[in-house]
């Protein structure tokens, strides 16, 4: 006996054949775009994890309020780790040359050491008067290569777009929930250029680099915590000295004004005295 349920089957299905197409449709685009994300996450993560040996990116920085000395950086390397200068400075910048800066660049000299740069369009600068710009920022700002910014009350040349490999995101400060790449952004310089900017923003920043990898997280984790008591301890001693030098740099200026002070008030005694032998002798 023939199942009866085959002829209603087939007739439901030629009836809401519309229906039943829409759902189809709907479950074969779910399983490309979920497959396609997955593919693109794997593909994400492999060329992130192949941009850290490219560009030579770090594991850490930090920041010093003095330049380190050759014995706190010789300690620090002690904990197997390779340490970068990687110094900048914060400057104002106006986009649209209108004499009012709208936002703030961070200028570093070009790296060949660590955190390199993906030149994206156009060069690098090779003159006092060049730079070379975040692309994100350049976008953000209606900036193309061969446009004219300034900054620090400077005229620049931009002569490319740039990603750096340590801004990613650009965050201008760690604790930034968000970033805000139209009134922040990074850029490059040459080292003579960099020389003639207001060095009293110059910020010490350190990049640094394990010299040996860790395996997994756990290791890292051990690893970081040893190397972040040493780079604090070594921080503080940093600036104990500084304070000491202010101190003594601060009694030496208070030493040589009373110096000067009784200098004064010996001629004034001096030329009274004479002023009396004068007077005794007439």
């Known amino acids: 006996m023939k199942n009866p349920l085959r002829k209603r089957l087939l007739r439901e299905l030629k009836n809401d054949i519309g229906k039943y197409l829409v759902i189809f449709l709907f479950m074969t685009a779910t399983i490309g775009f979920v497959s ?28 010093t309020e003095q330049k380190l000395t050759d014995n706190q950086r010789t300690r620090l390397e002690k904990e197997k780790v390779t340490i970068y200068e990687n110094f900048y400075k914060d400057e104002d910048a106006d986009t649209d040359l209108d004499s009012e800066p709208e936002s703030t660049i961070r200028l570093f000299k070009n790296r ?6 993906c030149l994206m369009k156009g060069e690098m600068p090779q003159q006092k008067d060049e730079i070379a710009i975040d692309r994100m920022y350049a976008d953000n700002n209606d900036l193309q290569v061969g446009d004219v910014i300034s900054v620090d009350k400077k005229e620049l040349t ?5 990603a750096l490999s340590d801004y990613s995101a650009l965050f201008q400060n760690n604790n930034d929930s968000m970033f805000d790449s139209v009134k922040f952004g990074v850029g490059i310089v040459t080292p003579e250029e960099f020389e003639t900017l207001d060095q009293e923003k110059l910020q010490y920043n350190y990049a640094w680099i394990y010299d040996q990898q860790p395996v997994d997280e756990k290791e890292e984790k051990e690893v970081f915590q040893d190397w972040d008591k040493t780079t604090s301890e070594t921080v503080d001693a940093a600036k104990e000295e500084t304070s000491v030098e202010d101190k003594a740099e601060e009694d030496s ?22 002023d009396e032998t004068d007077s005794t002798e007439e």
Do not use: H, P, R
């Open 112 to 117: 060949t050491e660590v955190n390199l740069v």
């Open 253 to 274: 200026e208070e030493g040589s004004e009373t110096e000067e002070s009784l200098e004064e008030v010996a001629e004034t005694e001096t030329a009274e005295n004479g």
């Open 36 to 63: 396609g994300f997955l593919v693109a996450d794997e593909s994400m993560l492999y060329a992130y994890d192949e941009s850290f040996e490219k560009y030579n990116v770090e594991n850490g920085n930090f920041t």
């Open 158 to 162: 931009v002569t490319g777009l740039v």
